[in-house]
């Protein structure tokens, strides 16, 4: 069993940045892939960015590349970090981390634990 807890969030302004970080702790923590999905109200969970257990390999939704960074820590818990950079307003969502032992994607059904979010508003 994992537990994963998101924390960052808050408010900023339209180009402002924030670092979200994901705890992971329990059982093999740092054998499992970890994502960042977000839900805005209103509209469907999306997967933002994920990466794989030894942090070698990410991926990035089309609508955050080049803004966004995803890293991880495994040195003593799993700690998962979404540096993001140059925020707008469409970015305003509760944002998720989640696990899989499964693969590397963007796609939460193949998510098996998740933390219960954070929020991120953008706006002046």
């Known amino acids: 069993q994992l537990q994963l807890v998101e924390s960052g969030g808050g408010l900023v302004q339209p180009g402002g940045s924030l670092r979200l970080s994901c705890v992971v702790s329990?059982?093999?923590?740092?054998?499992?892939?970890i994502g960042w999905f977000r839900q805005a109200p209103g509209k469907e969970r999306e997967g933002v960015s994920c990466?794989?257990?030894?942090?070698?390999?990410?991926?990035y939704a089309d609508s955050v590349k080049g803004r966004f960074t995803i890293s991880r820590d495994n040195a003593k818990n799993t700690v998962v970090y979404l540096l993001m950079n140059n925020l707008k307003p469409e970015d305003t969502a509760v944002y998720y981390c989640?696990?899989?032992?499964?693969?590397?994607?963007?796609?939460?059904?193949?998510?098996?634990?998740w933390g219960q979010g954070t929020q991120v508003t953008v706006s002046s």
């Open positions: 990466i794989s257990t030894s942090g070698g390999s990410t991926m």
């Open positions: 329990g059982f093999s923590s740092n054998s499992h892939n």
């Open positions: 989640a696990a899989t032992k499964y693969r590397v994607g963007l796609e939460d059904y193949d998510y098996d634990y």
